[in-house]
């Protein structure tokens, strides 16, 4: 009886959870409705404050992770031109970039 329980739970999981119920705890995919995702060029579009850095007006960075909380696209971590890693927000990424390439 628990075997089939456990059976009908893992099913249940698979049908619900994209990519099945391995996928549960797997990272978001790379690709988003807004076209940001991973490895995409964003250029500012003014002068933008980003951690400790500025970023140049007409500079360019790469998304380096998307981060997301409770399904939604919240931030993303982006390559300055140095190396570091920067935070963005997401209404900075939308009020201050643009996307060069997918």
Do not use: C
Request: hydrophobic letters at 55%; glycine letters at 10%; aromatic letters at 0%.
């Amino acid at each position: 009886m628990a075997g089939s329980l456990i059976v009908a739970v893992v099913a249940a999981l698979a049908a619900v959870v994209p990519g099945g119920a391995a996928g549960a705890g797997e990272e978001a995919p790379a690709k988003v409705a807004s076209g940001i995702a991973v490895g995409v060029q964003l250029e500012a579009l003014a002068d933008v404050k980003v951690a400790r850095a500025e970023v140049a007006r007409g500079s360019r960075v790469s998304v380096a992770r998307l981060i997301e909380r409770q399904g939604q696209l919240t931030a993303v971590d982006v390559e300055l031109a140095d190396g570091h890693i920067a935070r963005v927000g997401m209404a900075t990424v939308r009020a201050s970039f643009r996307v060069l390439s997918e």
